[in-house]
């Protein structure tokens, strides 16, 4: 395996192993959760990602955003926002669609950054502290994997789980950046990273590929570290696989051609290949850490 990647001035260790509270004066942390008739996970939900970032001292805001939801999702996000100012819940102004809920939140968050999380809680909330210190510690991106050493797993679908492995080797091979699960929508931007990635052409699911692939093609530099995922107890996921195949390949090949192609028109202000070079890291021991990048302080 290749020796994982340190960061300047940090222990090799994984960071989820501390939990000391976070100084005020730090990022604002937006959490975006779309939510499509989850009523019997929703409240859990935002109340793990409400505690999780409550006991790190983390400055934050909850946006649950309803998706044409039928079922009383929506009235269960209000009952426990009407307790807390710092969750909203908003209904999506466009037409029922995972991307288009998530839009909705990425044109209302009020935070420095912003997390999507979903509303079936298979995220570990944990995990958010984490993405939040990579982003404290001035990455544009915090990205997980769970695929990679110190990562966990439970109860992912058989079929989804070969179809996400051929997804993401493809993505892979086609961008060289090193990252084995692009596919997964839990991920945590700075508010320039979504600033720059507009205009945002995903209407579903496609959105997950659209934001990181645009990230990594515009010069955004990111860190990856291990995460926690389980397999919803409730509900029925909305993904539908036979429908998404053509949406995936669309983004994934406009973007592949942007970034062979557009000579590097649409990539953010001052970048330089060096610098992104410097700024990419990998959680100490992992296999998919590349062995000559470090991130700049």
Known sequence: MAPGVRRRGDPARDPRAERRPLEREGLK???VIPA??????IQQTVLG?????GRAGIDYEVLVIDDSSTDGTKAAAEEIAHDDPRIRCLRSHYRNGFGFAVRAGLERFEGDAVAIVMGDGSDNPEDLVTYYRLLNEGYDCA???RFMRGSEVHDYPKLKLVLNRLANAVIRILFRHGYNDTTNAFKAYRREVIQHAQPLLSHHFNLTVELPLKAF??????????ISWRNRTSGKSKLGIREMGSRYLFIVLTLYLEHHLSRGDYRRPGYSETAKRARVGFQPGSRDAPRDR???P
């Open 217 to 226: 093609v515009r010069g955004f530099s990111y860190a990856v570290v291990p």
């Open 143 to 145: 990205f997980g994997s």
């Open 49 to 53: 990602v409400t505690d999780a970032l």
């Open 36 to 41: 499509h008739n989850e009523v019997d996970s």
């Open 29 to 31: 942390l937006s959490v």
């Open 294 to 296: 470090e991130p700049v």
